[in-house]
């Protein structure tokens, strides 16, 4: 094990980790604004990237189908939440917990009925395809630099959106006291649509920009979704920073542990044996880390202390 | 007066022969993610039956969703209520290790279209159960021989931790004579590949061997063709079958895969059935197609020789295998499974769309590893 | 007698008898739907000890379904190949004996529920769902990788474990067991909900503080519910596994968990019957929609939709109307 591979690991963390916060940060305002979980997060997911490979099909433009990515989840996001997520922000997590699964379904085989039962293709573009080599030697594709470039682009958005803007302030003070600024004249009704309609387009942007080297097909969504909840669960929930420490936390440990444990475990058993525990070990880790967390905080890394 | 009575004795004989109906139960996977195998599989089953014209089978489809207990709970259906004969159509190797053990030693025949785990070709084999696809570990064999054949001498091997991931790199192995230069298990389901092909460039291989079925695949050999490591691939033809190929794009062009079938196979039989179904279905046939396809034949080839009813007789009928097989030559072997040439093929691009070329033969007449464990 | 008491009534009585006349006109299938209802909606009743007693949203019970299944194929495995489990100091064999299969279901999970509970119930709400979502996936990808038990492809039991007296190969005598015991646990989470340690552990949800006045501790209240809503669906677990002769890492995934709570929300949450009209219905859907069209998930999910909107309680709720407050 060379230094240079332990860094290209670590580079590919990260890459994976900022793409999961891309999920997570709608995952968690949607939680910390309107106290709703939504299963159906990662339907969203999977809108981006048909949207995009339909588009980029139809059209022969990655850029073109990015931004039908963005515009389909975040349609998707504002119609599901006039009509059905709406009624639950006064319910218990239980009826969230059953109508978002319940979108899980009739987003899934919905879309299999539109798009049929095969994967869809679509691939990264041209300029951005093949290897770059960075300073020490190492060849990484550079399309992957090109997602933490725009993951952490996204992610300095957010926090500017959060912290320095009037919607930032209004989503804030939402999460404190919805009462208080309903009284001082805010549109809440408008207020929830338009956060939910934000998560779910940068859900869905995330969908495309992953579907470019991943396999775009029903269900794609649903891995991540989970991961995402590991993600703000261990961040704590409502927090934007700690969704961004939680994946990358995530993203590292998921990807260093599939690399080491088998060789850890290589030091005290035969190989074959080795690479099978470290295997099954590494898939479980991140929900050991999840555990971990939870047991040490229970409310998460940066969660609101009850 | 006399010629009348025996036309109508004759016409008497053929409506008992057109009553000898065959039941059959196709569960397979219709709904979720792996939709589009079963739908395969089924097309080019019923495609057979249109084609041969009969009334006298009749196929009752179900969907599995890929899980095995509705996939148990179908095959006690279509055993208790619909009384079928003969069940097939199971594409994955977990679903009929559920299905297949029971529905045969209930005295049913069960006729594989895909799935054929080691248990059932060994140990566990069944004078009820015939594999008409393959052994599961043939294309890894077939992948194997290929690489000492071109060679490889320093191969680097993954598939998903699963049983099915384990027999497949075992079935590289028993075929391949060169150095590993490493062997990885990756996580069922895994999206992400960047860590193993990072791996495979510290590894200082000279040839990759893969198994990842599915989207795995496709995500795999996408990003495999983005990180500028050019080592050969090698793999089986799962993950560049007809319908997959066209998703995972250029990235597939000129990786060799290992087939039992391949839609330029050069036989009558396959000419035809490769016009009849992309005539009927718009679509080029697949490995699942074709498979379907020769299951339906063969069930229609042992029709013709005897009763369902009659056990003896009808498996007799089944092992003779007297049909035309779309993979040209085609035999049983004592354990039931098919004794068959296995490809090597390349992938190219045929005008808009990306399919299969034969380029090689990696073995002529394979059987499988667990003949002699089979007792029967 | 209240409506919901006629209701209950009604409900074990038609799933009773249905495969009694399926029985005597020679539907053998409808016998196996049935007994599937009756298995899932004992799963959907652990649950509802934890969720509608106790509060405790657990999206995380499929770990126990699945122990429950895999004590099942463990030990039937082992009857089945001769060989023993433990072979050292002392020998444990396999069995292919329900009673003894069941006690070692419930014993596993109830164990591992014990051992979550101790660490999830740290944590509350939204942390609690999800900590239950960890554990869950933690054993699915562990039995995923567990090659000595079949891994991904689970294992087959050929012949169905046997009880004493009964020949569990005839569908309807299998079903007569597994509605026994719905019913008797049915009979002992009733007698649970009216007990002390019942009424302490509803107030424990509606008001931990004052539970906490009077000298007990919710958490420990919380535990024990955890515990019992583990075991009955563990033992749930072991009957499903003996259903299909067969077992996977299927039963642990997040979808087996999911679709165990829209058994008991689709019925009604905390009612007595809940859990088995939301599985009967739940079956029959899935044999009827799945028939009818190969998309038979988006009605389905359209289905699920409308009863969270527009019959809050559940059917329970729709027909014999909401709960007592002071029950």
Partial sequence: MTPLLIVEQVLNGLQSGIMLFLMAAGLTLIFGVMGLINLAHGSLFMVGAFAAAATAAATGSFLLGLGAALVAAACAGALVERLVIRRLYDRDHLDQVLATFALILIFSEGTRWIFGSFPLYLDIPPALSGPVTLPGGIQYPLYRLFLIGVGLVLAGALFWLIGRTRLGIRIRAGENDREMIAALGVDIARLYTL????????????????????????????????????????????????????????????????????????????????????????????????????VWRPTGLFGART | ?????????????????????????????????????????????????????????????????????????????????????????????????????????????????????????????????????????????????????????????????????????????????????GEIYTDLGQTDYAAEIAQIRASGADSVFFFLPGGMGISFLKQYADSGVDLPLIGPAFSFDQNILQAVGDAALGVKNTSSWSKDLDNAANAAFVTAYSEKYGRLPSLYSAQGYDTANLLLSAMDKAEVSDDEAFRAALMEADFDSVRGKFSFNASQHPVQDLYVREVVREGDILTNQIVDTAITDRGHAYEAECKM | MTRETLLNALVLLALGLLPVWAHLSDEPFTITLATRAAILALAAVGLNIALGLGGLVSLGHALFFGIGGYAMGILAS???????????????????????????????????ALLIGLLALRTAGVYFIMIT???????????????????????SIYVRNSFPGLNTLVPIQFFGLCFGLLCLILLASHLLARSPFGLALNAARQSPDRVMAVGLDPKRLQLVAFVLSGAVTGLAGALFADLNRFVSPTMFSWQTSGEIMVFLILGGVARLCGPVIGAAVFVLLEHWLGGLSEFWHIWLGLLLLAVVLFARGGLVGLIAGRARAHD
């Fill in chain 3, 133 to 155: 979502l960890a554990f869950g996936q933690m054993a699915f990808f562990f039995a995923i990788s567990w090659n000595a038990y079949g891994g991904e492809d689970g294992l």
């Fill in chain 3, 78 to 112: 082992h009857a089945q190949d001769y060989t023993p489990i433990y072979d050292g100091a002392f020998t444990v064999p396999g069995t292919k004996s329900m009673p003894v299969i069941w006690l070692v279901a419930v014993a596993a999970s109830a164990m591992a």
């Fill in chain 2, 1 to 181: 007066m006399l010629k009348q009575l025996l036309a109508s004795v004759a016409l008497a004989a053929c409506a008992t022969t057109a009553m000898a109906e065959v039941k059959v139960g196709l569960i397979t996977t219709l709904s979720g993610g792996g939709a589009g195998l079963g739908i395969d599989t089924r097309d080019g089953f019923m495609l057979a039956l249109e084609q041969a014209g009969r009334d006298d089978v009749e196929v009752v489809i179900e969907d599995d969703q890929q899980k095995p207990d509705v996939a148990v709970q179908l095959a006690d259906r279509l055993i208790q209520s619909e009384k079928v004969d003969v069940l097939t159509g199971i594409v994955w190797s977990n679903l009929a290790m559920a299905v297949v053990p029971a529905a045969t030693a209930q005295g049913l025949f069960y006729l594989s279209t895909n799935a054929a785990p080691a248990q059932l070709a060994g140990a566990g084999c069944n004078p009820n159960y015939f594999s008409v696809s393959y052994q599961n570990d043939n294309l890894h064999e077939a992948a194997g021989a290929y690489a000492t054949k071109a060679g490889f001498a320093n191969s680097f091997i993954l598939a998903p931790n699963y049983p099915a991931g384990k027999d497949s790199l075992n079935g590289f192995k028993r075929f391949y004579e060169g150095e590993l230069a």
């Fill in chain 1, 195 to 294: 956060v939910f309609a934000l998560g779910a387009a940068l859900a869905g942007l995330a969908g495309a920009l992953v579907g470019a080297i991943q396999s775009v097909q029903v269900g794609m969504g649903e891995p991540v979704l989970i991961l995402a909840f590991v993600v703000i669960v261990i961040g704590g929930i409502g927090s934007i920073t700690g969704a961004l420490v939680g994946a990358l936390l995530v993203g590292l440990t998921d990807t260093l542990g599939g690399i080491f444990l088998p060789r850890l475990f290589a030091l005290v058993m035969d190989p074959a044996a080795a690479t099978q525990t470290g295997a099954a070990l590494s898939s479980m880790a991140i929900y050991m880390l999840m555990a971990a967390v939870l």
